[in-house]
């Protein structure tokens, strides 16, 4: 199995993951934060799909998806054009409520595609390449996917908790 194989098959899971964080979920349980400095369902999953779509695009130099298919339009949190969550306050994560759960799906798809389209066209040699030097050492290709992939399952993994905890207390 090649490298590229492998780092699709851990983002195809992220997708897997996202889609059963909220199936069946409306609008109260997506957007409930269990406590005033507690992240939603939705803000978790809104953001590690900005960070995937941020962080590849940038990686891969294509447009975010956000940007190129009017995904910050259709979920109108007021929130400047590129921010993608991190560092945000308590009340920017309240900022970022969903109406449907195939919002956040629809938008996550979204950038699953152009992540696999992205992954596919690597070789080996490419996994090598720079992509960040404001670090040290350097990040490279590799480094940023699996550190993109990392977070995004980390986030998934908060996001089905959270789920169950909200579902069994009744919320």
Known sequence: MHAKDILIEGYTRIREEVHAAVDGLGPELLNTRPSDDANSMSWLLWHLTRVQDDHVADAFGLEQVWLAQDWEKRFGLGLPRHDTGYGHSPAKVAQVRVDSAGLLTGY?????????????????????????????PPVTLGVRLVSVLSDDLQHTGQAAYLRGLLQSTGA
């Open 108 to 136: 996550y798809d979204a950038v699953h595609e152009q992540t696999l389209g992205a992954l596919r066209s690597l070789t080996a040699g490419d996994l090598e390449r720079v992509v960040d030097d404001n670090w040290d």
